[in-house]
C-alpha cells in the first residue's frame, strides 16, 4: 500500500521558471492538502482540496496554484519561482467523516516531501 | 489565527531517561494532535486528543491535553534510540474539525543517544 506519493523528490530551480509538484494518493480519500515546512516554522497550509475539482486557499497562498482534476491527484504549481519558495513540500490527503460521527479531527497522511531550492 | 508554541525547541538525552515535551497556545483547541517526524520523511500521527484532562497513552509514550484545552505535554519513559525524530503538534480551533484549520507548532527535535 503506497498511501501518498510525491514526485519529485528534490528539484532545484533558477528564479522566475515554473514546475509542478505532483501527489498521489491510494486511499480513496475526499480531502487533499499542500504544506510547506521551513525551519522554526512548523507546516503551514498552502492550498487544500475538500473533493476532486474544488480547491481552496489555506494560509499561504500567494505564489501557488493547484490543481485537482482526479480524486487521486493534487497538483502544486509554481508559476514564477522564487527563493523565498525555497522549502520542503508535503502533500496529505484524509478521509470524510460524516458529520453525525465527528467529534475529532481525521488523521492526515502525508508523503515522504519534496525538496525544492530556488536560486 | 493560534499560535502554537513548543518547548524545547531541541533536547538530547541518553538511551534510559525520561523527558516531558510542550505545546502551548493561548487559544482554545476543538482537537490536538501529535506527530513523530524523522529525517526524509513525513510526519506521521501518534495520537488525538480532544477533551481537556484526557490522558492517551501509546507504549512508553504519555499524551495530556490541558484542562482548558490550551495546552498538551508528551512525555516518553525510558527513551530508545528509536524514538529519536522531529515532534509536533497541531491544534484547531472551532466546532467543525476541518483539518484546513489545523495549525502546527515548529516541533522539538529529540535525540536519543545510545
Known amino acids: 500500500n503506497a498511501g501518498v506519493t510525491q514526485t519529485p523528490k528534490f528539484r532545484v530551480l533558477k528564479t522566475g521558471q515554473s514546475m509542478t509538484l505532483l501527489c498521489a494518493q491510494d486511499m480513496n480519500h475526499e480531502y487533499m492538502y499542500w504544506y510547506r515546512q521551513d525551519p522554526g516554522m512548523g507546516l503551514r497550509l498552502i492550498h487544500y482540496s475538500v473533493g476532486e475539482g474544488t480547491t481552496a486557499k489555506g494560509e499561504v497562498p500567494d505564489g501557488y496554484n493547484v490543481s485537482r482534476l482526479k480524486k487521486q491527484n493534487f497538483l502544486l504549481g509554481l508559476e514564477s519561482a522564487a527563493p523565498s519558495q525555497t522549502s520542503v513540500y508535503f502533500c496529505?490527503?484524509?478521509?470524510?467523516?460524516?458529520?453525525?460521527?465527528?467529534?475529532?479531527?481525521?488523521?492526515?497522511?502525508f508523503g515522504d516531501g519534496t525538496r525544492l531550492s530556488i536560486l | 489565527t493560534q499560535l502554537l508554541e513548543q518547548s524545547p525547541q531541541f533536547l538530547s538525552i541518553q538511551e534510559g531517561e525520561n523527558l516531558t515535551v510542550y505545546c502551548n497556545s493561548s487559544?482554545?483547541?476543538?482537537?490536538l494532535q501529535w506527530y513523530r517526524q524523522e529525517p526524509g520523511e513525513g510526519p506521521v500521527l501518534l495520537v488525538t486528543v480532544v477533551t481537556g484532562g484526557e490522558v492517551k497513552k501509546l507504549k512508553r509514550l504519555t499524551f495530556q491535553f490541558g484542562d482548558a484545552r490550551k495546552d498538551s505535554s508528551l512525555h516518553i519513559t525510558a527513551a530508545q534510540p528509536g524514538d529519536t525524530g522531529l515532534y509536533l503538534c497541531a491544534g484547531a480551533d472551532g466546532d467543525r474539525y476541518n483539518n484546513n484549520d489545523m495549525r502546527f507548532g515548529a516541533g522539538t527535535r529529540l535525540t536519543v543517544k545510545p
Open positions: 487559544s482554545v483547541f476543538s482537537s
Open positions: 496529505a490527503s484524509s478521509s470524510h467523516r460524516p458529520v453525525r460521527t465527528r467529534h475529532s479531527n481525521q488523521p492526515q497522511h
